[in-house]
Nanobody, 122 residues
């Protein structure tokens, strides 16, 4: 699956931003797509995931209640709506895909997009 992430930018703390991930290629019904992020000097961490077929979602505790992951099957796109952004949310955000259920482990994902930078200014 080819993934193309977009939508990053600079936003003030407390603001909102939406990311998109266009999925090309042969995404199958049993795929899971996820957003990860990596801040400078830190390991890549799971943010949120969604199953392509049923739309089941999983969130990390750090974003639960502030971020929403969704998908548009017709547009073959996964979205991450981010609200109440904090400086700790500053990172490069990556979308990823795997054949199977959502997991929080980046090594479980085979396909990755190029990343989009989100900077939250305080």
């Amino acid at each position: 699956v080819q993934l193309q992430a977009s939508g990053g930018g600079l936003v003030q703390a407390g603001g909102s931003l939406s990311l998109s991930c266009a999925a090309g290629g042969s995404a199958r019904a049993n795929y899971a797509l996820a957003w990860f992020r990596q801040a400078p000097g830190k390991q890549r961490e799971f943010v949120a995931g969604i199953t392509w077929n049923w739309g089941t979602t999983v969130y990390s505790d750090s974003v639960k209640g502030r971020f929403t992951i969704s998908r548009d099957k017709a547009a073959r796109t996964v979205y991450l709506q981010m609200k109440s952004l904090k400086s700790d949310d500053t990172a490069v955000y990556y979308c990823a895909a795997r054949n199977g259920n959502i997991t929080p482990k980046s090594d479980d994902y085979k396909d990755w997009g190029q990343g989009t930078l989100v900077t939250v200014s305080s």
